[in-house]
């Protein structure tokens, strides 16, 4: 069933039963947090950057997820050589272009990597969406200046440029594939207080890339997982350091019926 409570649980036991590997090079503020989050949802992580073993990591893989938050020059090249050989393999890569609009270096490795190899799903804040789209917005480091309501005409265009699923970040969710369009309404205002909560939606939608080639599906699912994971680890306890806790504790304990009785999800 298309984009409900059953296929969002669906794939959920997928990701359980195959624990796929989701190759990570991701920045060093979430490398643990996002591993965390990947073997509690079910998945397999690899944080590997080394350009000299990328392309065998990449070739037992079922997804790739590249996030430029902390970039050096042997990242940048490990991250070519992945989502070069990715492409080649017709492995899903997704994109999470961390501070985009704050440097010219970090425009200058997005727009390369992009022009490498198109992602099939690209993830981040307003302010990264619509820097990375090529228009003039402001940002605040790796933070956003603008809600993810103000960045959906730049996602749209990002999306017909690049064929890519654009997710848009915000207190409202927005993933968008060419007409598509679905918003997921899920979380908790407690999750912007704690640090690679977004590159942790990026590398939960490598996991549901990786057991579902539907990539517009795979990454609204992503999103809505991640919501309602916040929302239940708001629940135990009203503070940053314990939410990180509490937040895998949900994610490995999600059940069929936490989805029905929280999902917030509207197709436009």
């Avoid at 790739?64 to 492995?91: C, H």
């Amino acid at each position: 069933m298309y984009l409900s409570s059953q296929s969002i649980w669906a794939d959920i036991t997928r990701i359980r039963d195959q624990a796929p590997l989701v190759h990570s090079i991701t920045n060093f503020v979430v490398m643990n947090n996002t591993a965390n989050a990947l073997l509690a949802l079910g998945a397999s992580p690899a944080m590997v950057h080394a350009p000299e073993e990328v392309d065998d990591f990449v070739a037992i893989a079922s997804a790739l997820v590249v996030n430029i938050g902390t970039l050096d020059a042997t990242f940048v090249a490990g991250m070519k050589l992945a989502m070069r050989r990715a492409k080649e393999l017709g492995k899903p890569i997704i994109f999470d272009p961390v501070g985009v609009g704050a440097t010219t270096y970090r425009n200058t490795v997005s727009a390369e990597l992009l022009a490498l190899a198109a992602p099939d799903i690209i993830r981040g804040n307003a302010s990264e969406i619509m820097a990375l789209a090529g228009l003039n917005a402001q940002t605040k480091g790796v933070d956003s200046l603008y809600g993810s309501d103000a960045a959906v005409d730049a996602g749209r265009r990002l999306s017909s440029v690049w064929g890519s699923v654009v997710v848009i970040s915000g207190e409202t969710d927005y993933i968008i594939h060419g007409e598509q369009t679905a918003t997921i309404d899920n979380g908790h205002p407690l999750m912007t207080k704690v640090t690679g909560m977004g590159c942790t939606a990026t590398a939960l939608a490598g996991a549901f890339a990786a057991v579902d080639t539907d990539y517009f599906q795979a990454a609204t699912q992503a999103m809505a997982v991640m919501g309602i994971a916040g929302e239940l680890a708001a629940l135990k306890n009203l503070a940053p350091g314990s939410l990180q806790l509490n937040f895998l504790d949900a994610l490995y304990g999600l059940t069929e019926s936490d989805i029905v009785e929280r999902l917030k999800l509207t197709i436009l």
